[in-house]
């Protein structure tokens, strides 16, 4: 006995939902293990890096620090956010928020990665010269080390960048330390 049409229908509609169904929860729970992971590593990357910088602006602070004034700091914000878009979302897609030059760098391989590395050090630059604490510091800097390793995974590496958003995250939390600090 051949099952009718209606029945392979509904047996092939039912696969359908269900297969959209799993994919929807698989990659719900793929993002939650990655964003897991790749806070650890900003952790562990952070807490690293933050004695060094707190030891060099002990070191500043004995020498006298510089302040800068209100039109340099606007300049620099300015800068920052320039960098952010332009590394992360230069061009805006609905889903992803937007593709940046930290994609594109990343279609080539070693040298990509550190193009994209040395321009978004501007950024951890930027937030030095603004007077950022080290505990800040240290994470910008991980976040990048993050951006750079995620990157380097070939293939994937690239929609890794497009999600993860080094340079944007890395200007809000700039623009929050900035605003709590006032």
Known sequence: MTPSFDTLFWIAAGAIVIGVIVMVVVRVYAFRIAGGVVRAAERGVAATIAPGLRATQRRDA??????????????????????????????????????????????????????????????????????????????????????????????????LDIGYQADRRSAALIKEWLGSRS
């Open 62 to 159: 004995a020498r006298g620090r510089r302040v800068i004034d209100a039109a340099t700091e606007r300049r620099y914000i300015a800068q920052i956010d320039t960098l952010a878009r332009l590394m992360d979302r230069l061009v805006p897609l609905p889903v992803v928020g937007g593709v940046g030059l930290d994609a594109v760098f990343g279609l080539f391989p070693v040298a990509g990665d550190v193009a994209s590395m040395l321009v978004s050090s501007v950024v951890i630059v930027r937030a030095a010269q603004l007077g950022a604490p080290p505990e800040l510091l240290s994470r910008l800097l991980a976040m990048q080390v993050v951006d750079v390793a995620l990157g380097a995974v070939p293939g994937l590496g690239d929609l």
